[in-house]
Nanobody, 128 residues
Framework: QVQLVESGGGLVQAGGSLRLSCAAS????????MGWFRQAPGQERRFVAA????????NIVESVKGRFTISRDNDKNTMYLQMNSLKPEDTAVYYC?????????????????????WGQGTQVTVSS
């Protein structure tokens, strides 16, 4: 069984920073990419960022470019999302996801269906 566990969420004021972590554990699986999605109340789960595990190539949604950075530590089996200059509209539950199917370009994988494993989510609340 594959487990993805997110951590690092919390309450922060607008303009502040948080770093989310996603640790993968359990049975060994081919991990071609990992990503972050977020879901605000009443909205669908939406893509935030993804990283190709072997190359480190990234894709980040336009609305957070320049503020969010995705990275990974292969040795720790952990992915990160550094979030700076947070805005109230960034408030959501943030989910970590992993793709075990092969990929060509990380830019092609930005929907929920493109990922095979999911974490339970971590709440990020940004106050104005």
């Amino acid at each position: 069984q594959v487990q993805l566990v997110e951590s690092g969420g919390g309450l922060v004021q607008a303009g502040g920073s948080l770093r989310l972590s996603c640790a993968a554990s359990g049975r060994t699986f081919s991990r071609y990419a990992m990503g972050w999605f977020r879901q605000a109340p009443g909205q669908e789960r939406r893509f935030v960022a993804a990283i190709a595990w072997s190359t480190g190539t990234t894709n980040i949604v336009e609305s957070v470019k320049g503020r969010f950075t995705i990275s990974r530590d292969n040795d720790k089996n952990t992915m990160y999302l550094q979030m700076n200059s947070l805005k109230p509209e960034d408030t959501a539950v943030y989910y970590c996801a992993a793709r075990s199917r092969s990929l060509y370009s990380i830019r092609d994988y930005f929907t929920v269906k493109d990922y095979d494993y999911w974490g339970q989510g971590t709440q990020v609340t940004v106050s104005s």
